[in-house]
Structure formats: structure tokens, C-alpha cells
């Protein structure tokens, strides 16, 4: 088929590149000429494991533009909407990119049927107000002509350092619409992944006993619901994990060994129960504020999702209370942190703890050093001015350290040599490391929930 992406962020080129690998013919469009300067060198714009390996593979399949025109809209079967929707203060979504996409894809709308997928995580209920749009628009430029398009939701479930690998082998694909026409269409361009039969990429082995990929078929508004239900739901089981953990720590028991004792339960499962500095990124604090602010608007509060922000919220000065008490005065203490992104495996800074944390340390009065395998570049450009000093190697950030604080579980940290390091407090914002060889060294460990 061919296919167009609008918006080459991180779900855009995933989208892009698995779907050229498939054998589609893909144009990714953006408005930012250097994203696309750079895409047409085979160079990604963000770090993503397998990600600029697979697209240099799918070159000869996948174009870029940042020109309507070129992007051949008339010809074009499916049409991706994965513009950014970020968060306004009042937590709703600010959705004036999605607005201009629907608007230019509506402007060059041709004859032929063309499915509009909306990729982006939009409030619930905007598939219906993009439909709008576009008929508005294309109304007032295609005189007397009658407007073939339809509009379906089919949200992106992909986990940032694990993209490529949940793109070509998800848990299942939800698809929103109904009509009948678009329907098929998406379950025939998606069929390779429903059926699991293409050949695994390098370096992307296809996990065991996948033989196939549910398919979710529903209506526009729940499919909407499906992706804001799903990330408040994994964000609020870390919160769960984080409210326990500071009991936890009060009464003397060790949160690792308790998450382990409930994740063993099937009912529960062991994944995201890791105790810790919480969640950042770019979805799950704008996802659940999206949601109560979406409540709000019918008059409904959503008590178990705004308490799971606040515990969230609180894990970040928790962490620097624990350095407090440990060092007594912060004022003019030279801390190092280990790991500057929300997570690791990837360069992206969006909601990061380590800014709050910074920022913290520094109101304290605590002088920051900072290291990062990946997101020095961003950090630099994005918060060269909160006065952390970044550090290009990690030995840099930890001379004259009176205080460490692992931020990032980056797993080359747990290989630093420690031996050679002096014993200062570390803080370990992960409960990451590995504690008993640190203590054994000397070293006296702080970890979350413990
Ligand atoms: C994605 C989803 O879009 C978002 O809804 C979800 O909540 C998080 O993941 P992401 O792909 O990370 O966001 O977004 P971002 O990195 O902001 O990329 C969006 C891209 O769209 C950028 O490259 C931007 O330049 C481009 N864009 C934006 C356009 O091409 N056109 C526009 O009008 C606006
Ligand atoms: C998330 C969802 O997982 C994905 O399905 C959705 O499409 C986008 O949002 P992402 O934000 O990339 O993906 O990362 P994820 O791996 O979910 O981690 C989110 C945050 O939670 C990270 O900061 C991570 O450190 C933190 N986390 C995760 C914990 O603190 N404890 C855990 O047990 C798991």
C-alpha cells in the first residue's frame, strides 16, 4: 500500500520504517526541515535501539518531505497523524498540531477513499472533531466535490528503548472505526504483523511461540479510551509500588522482595512494579493529567488517578530528603548524578526526574554534575541553564562527589569500577545497583522503599 506519516517523533518513524520493512511504499512528512534533512541521510533524529539499522535496510521503500504536495495525498490508501500532543498547563492536550495536519491532509485530499489513522494520543473524542475538520476544510477547497475519507483511531502502545520490537511484535493492534471500508483496509495493511509471517529483522528476533497478534476491533471513542485506560493503569501500578515502598521503608521491609511476592501472583503480574523515582516520559504525566482534565469536563473526578500523579510527583523530593538526611547539609555539596533521560535506551528528557531532582538539589543549595550515555546533547540544548554542570564522562561527573545518586538505571553504571571510586553516600534512585558488593566496599547505600 502506500502510505503517509505525518509527524516523525518517535511514533512516527516506528510506524514508518516497520511498515516500508513490510513492504509498503511510506513518505514520512514533517514540518521540520532538519528531521528531514537528516532522514534522508538514513539518520534517525531520535535514539531508538535497531531503529536507523532497520531504516538504512528500507531506504529504497521509504521517502521524506516536508512538502503537502510531494507527500502525493491523492494516491495515498492510509494517512498516519503522529504529530506531538503535548500537555497545556491546565493538563489538557495541546492539540493545535493535529489540527494542522487534518487541515493540510483535508487541502490535499484526492478522489479515491483514504483512511486517516490518528496515531496520536488525542483526549477522547477527537477523532470525531478531526472528521470535522477536515470536511470543513475540504468544503472550502473542492468546490461541489464530495469529500471520501474516513477517519479511525488506532493508538500506539510502543515503549520507548523497545520500539522497534513492540512495533513489529505488540501484545495487539486496536483499531477504531466503523466503517467497514477502513477496517479492512488497516487489517489487510497490518496483516503481517496479525499473522506474524515476515521474516524477523537483524537484530529483532521474533519471540518465542508469537504466532499471532490480537486484533481489537471497536468504535472510535472507545479505542480513544483504550490508550489513556492502559497508560493511567501501568502508571498507577508504579505509584502502587512507590505508596507501598514508603511504608515499606517505615516499617523495615525491603520493597524489592515485597513487589516480587505480589508480582508472582498471575492476577497481578511482575512487570512495572519497580519501586523508585516513578515514571516521567512523554506519556504517562500528560496521559493521566489529559484524563482528569478529560473528567473534569463531565463533572467526574478521578480520585485513584490524581492521587497515583501526586505519589509520582513526590517520589522526586522524596529522593532528595533521603540525600538530606544522610548528608545533613546540602548547601554547597557537590552530588553526582548518574543518568540524565527518563529512562534507559533512550535519549528523551520529556517529564525526566532528574530535572526536577536538579532543580531541587540546587534550591538546597547542593552543587550537580551529570552524566548521560546518550542524552548529553538534548540536555545541553533543553536545560543548559538550570545550573547542572553536564559531563561527557562519567568519571568527570563523580570527581570530588561527596554524594552520588543514581538517577537512570543506565547498566553500565552497575559496571563502573566502584573499587576505584571514593566511598561516598549513593542514593540509589532505581534500587539498581548492586547493594551488597557496595556495601562490602564500603559504600553506604540508600535505595527507595527499603
Ligand atoms: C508520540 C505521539 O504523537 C503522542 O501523542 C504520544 O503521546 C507520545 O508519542 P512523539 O512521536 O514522541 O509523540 O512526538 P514528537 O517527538 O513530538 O514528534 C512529533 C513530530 O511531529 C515532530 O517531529 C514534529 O516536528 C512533527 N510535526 C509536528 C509535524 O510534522 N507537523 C506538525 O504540524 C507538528
Ligand atoms: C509508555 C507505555 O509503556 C507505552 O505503552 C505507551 O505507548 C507510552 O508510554 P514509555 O513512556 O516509553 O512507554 O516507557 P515505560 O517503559 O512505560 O516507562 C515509563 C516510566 O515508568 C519510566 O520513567 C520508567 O522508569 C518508569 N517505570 C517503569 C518505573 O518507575 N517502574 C516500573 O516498574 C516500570
Redesign the pocket.
Known amino acids: 500500500m502506500k502510505v503517509l506519516i505525518?509527524?516523525?517523533?518517535?511514533?512516527?518513524m516506528n510506524t514508518g520504517v516497520v511498515l516500508a520493512y513490510l513492504g509498503n511504499q511510506v513518505t514520512c512528512?514533517?514540518?521540520?526541515e532538519e528531521?528531514i534533512a537528516m532522514l534522508r541521510q538514513g539518520k534517525s533524529p531520535v535514539y531508538e535501539p535497531h531503529l536507523e539499522e532497520t531504516l538504512q535496510l528500507v531506504m529504497n521503500k521509504i521517502q521524506f518531505t516536508s512538502s503537502y504536495t510531494e507527500a502525493d495525498i491523492p494516491n495515498t490508501d492510509v494517512v498516519f497523524i503522529?504529530?506531538?500532543?503535548p500537555s497545556l498547563p491546565d493538563g489538557n492536550a495541546d492539540l493545535r498540531?493535529v489540527r494542522?495536519?487534518a487541515e493540510s491532509i483535508a487541502e490535499n485530499l484526492g478522489e479515491k477513499f483514504t483512511v486517516v489513522v490518528n496515531?496520536?494520543?488525542v483526549p477522547i473524542g477527537s477523532g470525531n472533531w478531526v472528521e470535522a475538520i477536515m470536511h470543513e476544510h475540504f468544503n472550502s477547497n473542492h468546490d461541489g466535490q464530495k469529500a471520501d475519507f474516513n477517519v479511525v483511531s488506532s493508538p500506539e502502545f510502543l515503549a520507548q528503548g523497545s520500539a522497534m520490537h513492540d512495533s513489529f511484535y505488540p501484545d495487539r493492534i486496536v483499531v477504531g472505526s466503523q466503517c467497514e471500508r477502513s477496517v479492512e483496509r488497516l487489517q489487510e495493511l497490518f496483516s503481517p504483523i496479525l499473522r506474524q509471517d515476515f521474516p524477523a529483522p537483524p537484530g529483532l528476533p521474533r519471540p518465542e511461540g508469537l504466532t499471532e497478534v490480537p486484533l481489537l476491533v471497536c468504535d472510535l471513542t472507545s479505542a480513544e479510551m483504550i490508550k489513556y485506560a492502559a497508560n493511567a493503569f501501568l502508571a498507577l501500578k508504579i505509584s502502587y509500588v512507590n505508596e507501598i515502598g514508603r511504608l515499606a521503608n517505615k516499617v523495615g521491609a525491603d520493597i524489592q522482595a515485597v513487589s516480587k511476592g505480589i508480582g508472582l501472583d498471575k492476577r497481578i503480574g511482575n512487570r512495572f512494579l519497580s519501586a523508585g523515582l516513578g515514571w516521567g516520559g512523554?506519556?504517562f504525566g500528560?496521559d493521566t493529567a489529559a484524563l482528569v482534565a478529560t473528567a473534569r469536563d463531565y463533572r467526574l473526578e478521578m480520585p485513584i488517578i490524581e492521587s497515583a500523579r501526586a505519589i509520582n510527583y513526590g517520589q522526586r523530593v522524596l529522593a532528595v530528603d533521603l540525600l538530606q538526611e544522610k548528608l545533613k547539609i546540602l548547601k554547597g555539596k557537590h552530588v553526582a548524578l548518574l543518568g540524565f533521560s527518563f529512562k534507559p535506551n533512550t535519549d528523551d528528557l520529556r517529564d525526566a526526574p532528574s530535572i526536577d531532582i536538579s532543580k531541587l538539589l540546587i534550591q538546597r543549595g547542593a552543587l550537580v554534575r551529570a552524566h548521560d550515555p546518550v542524552a548529553l546533547t538534548n540536555a545541553r540544548s533543553h536545560y543548559g541553564d538550570i545550573g547542572v554542570v553536564f559531563c561527557n564522562e562519567v568519571g568527570e561527573a563523580l570527581k570530588d562527589a561527596e554524594a552520588i545518586m543514581l538517577v537512570t538505571e543506565w547498566p553500565e553504571y552497575r559496571e563502573l569500577d566502584w573499587e576505584s571510586i571514593p566511598r561516598v553516600p549513593i542514593v540509589d534512585g532505581r534500587n539498581f545497583l548492586d547493594r551488597e558488593r557496595l556495601e562490602g566496599l564500603g559504600f553506604p547505600v540508600i535505595g527507595i522503599g527499603r
Open positions: 505525518i509527524g516523525t517523533g518517535y511514533v512516527g512528512l514533517d514540518v521540520n528531521k503522529t504529530v506531538g500532543t498540531y494542522q495536519a496515531k496520536s494520543t512523554s506519556c500528560k
